[in-house]
């Protein structure tokens, strides 16, 4: 009989856990369930040989991530009628205002405006042509 390692056994937890979340969070939509299921099997398939401790380590946080991202921030909209959905919104839904994501956009964006700049102010400028 043979024994099946302990990152495979965590692999295959994760790969059931977010098969779950999946058919919870997407419930009635039976082709994004498939579409999920399909794009799970594949990624983790891709990896279904992998001996490195770090990256089998690695990609397991990620189905984790993955999952938590699904439960947290994925809502259905379930149709309703012409031009109206209910949303499906479940106990593991994360409500709040758009304050933190508005304020972690405005850091990331005056991050990479930093670095543009002081580019362009370092560079020899070239007006009109230049040459005459």
Known sequence: ????????????QAYR????TQKRVFDTDLKVIEAARKETYTRFMQFK???NSDILEE?????GQVE???KKNVIQGVPKGEN?????????????DNDTIKYAKNINRKKRQRPAAAAAAAAPSKCCGGHH
């Open 17 to 20: 856990s977010l098969l779950k």
């Open 84 to 96: 109206t959905f209910k949303l499906r919104i479940t106990k593991d839904t994360e409500l709040s």
């Open 49 to 51: 040989n992998e001996t």
């Open 68 to 70: 938590t991202l699904l």
């Open 1 to 12: 009989m043979s024994t099946i390692s302990p990152s495979k056994q965590a692999a295959i």
């Open 59 to 63: 990609k397991l946080q990620l189905a």
